[in-house]
């Protein structure tokens, strides 16, 4: 019966994040909603009030420590949905899913080289560098400047977050729930003050919200944001060690059939991405094999920021 349910939460862990992405994709690429104060706002209000009502025993506990404490994450977090949301309506998703599996490889080589017991991982790690900046250029030789950017934004804030999350991680649920309400709702409050002075709230005004189509993808985002917080807090107790791996195979699989239509060019950016998730999957199989005292926990375990 255990058994089942690790299976059970593993495959919520890998095939939500997938649909959230793809919900996300079709608001901001197929409707046009180029708003991502106010789409990132709706997203985390929803997931912060469904984390609330499930887990209310432990406001009790809350203190201003701990908004004191997530506000550096906080501040992460928003910079990287809100770029990520600007990157993600004009980029492929292999492409963009390629710039974030590099930017957590970076940091995973910076933890291999403060903690590993040998060279074999530093090596390992410095070998799937000389691999992976060549083709990422690639890849991105034909994005816009103003694009690739933002997507530098993006997957620094990713980056560093990351790191802070390696570093700083807890299996208990109580601290795990109290750092994902602190954190989501000053991010909310960083995108609605951002809103209000970029004028991304008055422009929002005039956007047709009467599309049924769009207003069921709204919500679709909304619960799955929710979805991954919860899946995310469950999974945070079990060290899925390879899930994150299957998870970018799942979401690659679904994005070149959003995609692609049969295009040359971004079949190759496809075959690219499965090779930075082989790549991918070699750091956390040596993260785990050779560094001692560090938590077992797969990149993109923060499944709300897979944005």
């Given at each position: 019966?255990?058994?089942?349910?690790?299976?059970?939460?593993?495959?919520?862990?890998?095939?939500?994040?997938?649909?959230?992405?793809?919900?996300?994709?079709?608001?901001?690429?197929?409707?046009?909603?180029?708003?991502?104060?106010?789409?990132?706002?709706?997203?985390?209000?929803?997931?912060?009030?469904?984390?609330?009502?499930?887990?209310?025993?432990?406001?009790?506990?809350?203190?201003?420590?701990?908004?004191?404490?997530?506000?550096?994450?906080?501040?992460?977090?928003?910079?990287?949905?809100?770029?990520?949301?600007?990157?993600?309506?004009?980029?492929?998703?292999?492409?963009?899913?390629?710039?974030?599996i590099l930017g957590t490889h970076m940091v995973e080589g910076i933890i291999h080289l403060k903690n590993a017991k040998s060279l074999s991982p530093v090596i390992i790690q410095?070998?799937?560098?000389?691999?992976?900046?060549?083709?990422?250029?690639?890849?991105?030789?034909?994005?816009?400047?103003?694009?690739?950017?933002?997507?530098?934004?993006?997957?620094?804030?990713?980056?560093l977050r990351w790191f802070l999350i390696r570093s700083e991680f807890r299996t208990e649920i109580e601290s795990h729930v109290k750092q994902t309400i602190a954190q989501s709702?000053?991010?909310?409050?960083?995108?609605?003050?951002?809103?209000?002075?970029?004028?991304?709230?008055?422009?929002?005004?005039?956007?047709?919200?009467?599309?049924?189509?769009?207003?069921?993808?709204?919500?679709?985002?909304?619960?799955?944001?929710?979805?991954?917080?919860?899946?995310?807090?469950?999974?945070?107790?079990?060290?899925?060690?390879?899930?994150?791996?299957?998870?970018?195979?799942?979401?690659?699989?679904?994005?070149?059939?959003?995609?692609?239509?049969?295009?040359?060019?971004?079949?190759?950016?496809?075959?690219?991405?499965?090779?930075?998730?082989?790549?991918?999957?070699?750091?956390?199989?040596?993260?785990?094999?050779?560094?001692?005292?560090?938590?077992?926990?797969?990149?993109?375990?923060?499944?709300?920021?897979?944005?």
């Open positions: 019966m255990v058994e089942a349910g690790n299976i059970l939460i593993k495959s919520l862990a890998t095939l939500i994040p997938a649909a959230y992405l793809i919900s996300n994709k079709t608001v901001l690429t197929l409707h046009n909603f180029r708003f991502p104060s106010i789409f990132l706002s709706w997203q985390l209000s929803i997931a912060l009030g469904t984390i609330i009502i499930i887990y209310r025993r432990f406001l009790l506990s809350f203190t201003l420590n701990d908004f004191r404490s997530a506000l550096i994450s906080a501040l992460l977090y928003t910079i990287s949905m809100y770029f990520g949301s600007r990157v993600l309506a004009v980029l492929p998703i292999p492409v963009f899913i390629s710039a974030q410095t070998c799937n560098s000389v691999l992976m900046v060549p083709l990422f250029v690639l890849l991105s030789s034909e994005i816009e400047l103003k694009t690739l950017i933002h997507l530098l934004y993006h997957v620094a804030a990713f980056s709702a000053t991010a909310v409050a960083f995108l609605l003050c951002y809103g209000t002075m970029s004028g991304e709230i008055i422009q929002a005004g005039h956007y047709d919200f009467s599309k049924t189509h769009f207003k069921v993808y709204l919500f679709l985002s909304g619960i799955l944001s929710a979805l991954a917080c919860l899946i995310r807090g469950v999974s945070a107790r079990g060290h899925l060690q390879y899930h994150s791996v299957l998870q970018y195979v799942v979401i690659l699989i679904f994005g070149y059939y959003y995609d692609y239509n049969g295009d040359v060019t971004l079949f190759r950016d496809l075959v690219i991405s499965f090779y930075f998730v082989f790549l991918l999957f070699l750091d956390t199989y040596f993260s785990r094999a050779t560094i001692d005292n560090t938590v077992n926990v797969s990149p993109l375990t923060n499944h709300d920021e897979i944005i």
